[in-house]
């Protein structure tokens, strides 16, 4: 651990200060430091390397699981597509600037609402060192200066890419400031970030079902929410058997431990003994453990048990519930009660059917006849995601630059006054 | 005090049932339930008046200011009033439906994300019955149903405005469970309301600056911050004296209660000997105090001297602080120190100047030689305002309508699956 010369807090009100001067940037300006952002990460992939190793030991030492360790490790190559993501972020169009509404009152008042960055935006997330050079570029890119709090376990590896993006930051003749970390003022610098309102502007926090839960009910800094997907793919009646097995299989096993992958499977009662035996034995092909209702287990071999948990369950693993249910309404009751709004798919040929789940389903994203698999912000051609907002203010579904951006009205008169 | 039949909760869930009703509702429809709560109000006008006559009664044995009780009193004429302004939110455009953005994707998949209605609307307001049916009327026009907590001042005007309301939504068709207050249960049903995350999708306060930071530090409910306006009007050294006067003396006095009144006034030092002492003269005139800074009080006669306190004061009263500086970047400081980013105008004939100040300053509204009192839903064409959102997340500025909306993508596939 280093020894912190300024409190968080100052580090924060050098940050909000910065982004005045990161705000006024124009868009060359800004493609022009986020490839030298890339060039100076690269260029220290020796020392980032090695910071990550001691990161590593550490882990290793206190028992992070194998799985974490994988998301923690960093090597040349992983430092060259880090490099390489900030490249395609300086590439994307500017989202500052844009002309949101135009509007001239009879009175002769010009008005124009225009995007405008954030200021600053804050993120707290988990051993995941990408996440660290992933914010930064994404918040730079859009006019924004950035805080971030990684997390212990990646501390060594964060500072050493901080580290790396400051000296571009300074090189490019703009203020290093724009770019904090609170790494090293443990819980205590989670704690300010998350009320430090009046200074950040935007809290975006990344990771564990719990860790967001903690900075939802912590913060008093605005939060965007990118939650957890317990994502359902409904078979109606009317689903043709090859597309729903298709798309049952590839919403589950193409990655089964991203928010976007299925995890329930409601079969309609009337498609059942058609449909959930082939569906169950695809599932089972894919290396998928299913777990059924009686109605399920009676219709196809080797279905564990399903019950009230599972249809909770976010499994993020090669795991899945599915339900016989009498009707769409059942189909609409269950999701009303158990999804958790970020993705919900039917498959079906009636069209009424298919009309009213994407009307009635309240959900960031609402499919018919597709993957769930394709709510993400690259798919849907923002080119970068910040993450996938599964709250209602502001942003819902994938995020992109644009979603880092507010607005404001800039009005041009000519002396009016009100009567 | 009515006894209570269901708990706070209870009452809240009883709303976000309701609440899909209302969101799958039409635009023509919407349009007729909110006529007739107008109706039902008017005819319900003897109650209302004779609950509000109550809770005056009560007001005045307690102490309530008269300002108060003037805010709190219901007349027939008031009444009228309320029930038109609920039929002028009828005439507005249907915010939901509307295309926000359409695509293609290579592979065939249809997106289109549309504005859906949040669902369910929570509001935190003091002693004001008009917010009970305004909030109600916004809320039920955007398609989401609404949880009220006005405030035991007014507990007994809100009531009967509830019942002439609930007992309209009844006798179109409409679940009454849409429209909700939680008044009767004191300040435990306001903490109940703010910890329903998960239930109440929005929550907006009204009121003085003390209710919406206790709304904000407390809620784990996204919140719309409506907020205070230290609104400044910056007078270049390019002003001309006559438009620098008209708009400063409309900014200040033509409202002054309002948070678009301006509060502050700065001055450019190259401008100071030809300006300050007509705008204080004209200032006093209008009856306004002016809090001025050495200079001012060199410069003009009856200046009450200012501190740092005045800078940060949202006066609200004929009274305005007002300061010399030395140049732009001087005011761009004073204003960063002590707006609470509301509006901001420079009076100025200098485009470099205007253009700086328009460009630089971080507030929901920026105005070039206009008056800060333009900041307002109705003025700006909105139809009816919410309130004017201070904060940077999903609204900024006046919220019309459209700002009580979110969005969903509806994604049309033919069988597609991730590769």
Redo the contacts between chains.
């Keep these: 651990m280093t020894i912190a010369t300024t409190t968080a807090r100052e580090r924060m009100l050098l940050a909000k200060d910065a982004a005045?001067q990161i705000?006024?940037l124009d868009d060359g300006r800004k493609s022009r430091v986020l490839r030298a952002l890339a060039d100076a990460i690269e260029a220290a992939a020796d020392d980032i390397v090695a910071a990550n190793g001691e990161d590593l030991a550490r882990g290793r030492a206190s028992g992070l699981s194998v799985a974490l360790q994988d998301r923690l490790t960093l090597d040349v190559g992983r430092v060259a597509a880090l490099a390489a993501a900030v490249r395609d972020v300086a590439a994307l169009p500017d989202p500052v600037g844009r002309v949101l509404e135009e509007?001239i009152?009879e009175n002769g008042?010009q008005?124009t609402?225009i995007a405008?960055p954030?200021?600053l935006v804050g993120s707290i997330y988990e051993a995941r060192p990408n996440v660290t050079v992933d914010i930064a570029a994404l918040a730079l890119r859009s006019g924004n200066a950035v805080v971030l709090r990684g997390g212990t376990a990646a501390e060594l590896s964060n500072a050493a890419l901080v580290r790396a993006m400051r000296g571009a930051l300074a090189a490019e003749g703009v203020s290093p400031e724009a770019v904090q970390t609170l790494d090293e003022f443990g819980r205590e610098g989670a704690k300010e970030l998350m009320q430090a309102?009046g200074i950040v502007?935007?809290l975006v926090p990344r990771g564990s079902a719990q860790l967001i839960e903690t900075v939802?009910?912590s913060s008093?800094v605005?939060?965007?929410e990118t939650g957890a997907g317990v994502v359902h793919v409904y078979l109606d009646e009317s689903a043709p058997l090859?597309?729903a097995r298709?798309?049952v299989v590839?919403?589950k096993a193409?990655r089964p431990s991203v928010c976007n992958a299925a995890e329930t499977v409601l079969v309609h009662a009337a498609a059942a003994n058609r449909i959930v035996a082939p569906v169950v034995e695809a599932l089972q092909a894919a290396g998928v453990t299913v777990h059924g209702d009686e109605t399920v287990a009676q219709l196809a071999r080797d279905v564990v048990p399903a019950d009230e948990t599972d249809w909770a369950t976010e499994y993020l693993s090669l795991d899945i519930a599915m339900r016989v249910v009498d009707d769409l309404d059942a189909a609409l009751d269950h999701i009303?009660t158990y999804s958790t709004q970020h993705t919900e798919?039917i498959i079906a040929d009636d069209d009424a059917a298919?009309d009213r789940f994407?009307?009635?389903v309240?959900?960031?994203?609402?499919?018919?006849?597709?993957?769930t698999?394709?709510?993400d912000g690259g798919?849907?051609?923002f080119g970068a995601e910040v993450g996938i907002s599964t709250?209602?203010?502001?942003a819902?579904?994938?995020m992109g630059l644009r979603e880092l951006t507010?607005?404001?009205?800039?009005?041009?008169?000519?002396?009016?006054?009100?009567g």
Excluded: Y
Excluded at 391 to 394: A, E, F, I, S, V
Excluded at 406 to 418: D, F, I, L, M, T
């Design positions: 005045r705000a006024l509007r009152l008042l008005l609402k405008v954030f200021g309102r502007d935007v939802v009910t008093s605005p939060v965007i090859d597309r298709d798309i590839n919403a193409q009303r798919s298919i994407l009307a009635e309240d959900s960031a994203v609402v499919m018919a006849n597709a993957s698999r394709f709510t798919e849907f051609g709250q209602k203010l502001h819902r579904g994938p507010s607005s404001k009205w800039v009005v041009r008169g000519a002396g009016q006054v009100r």
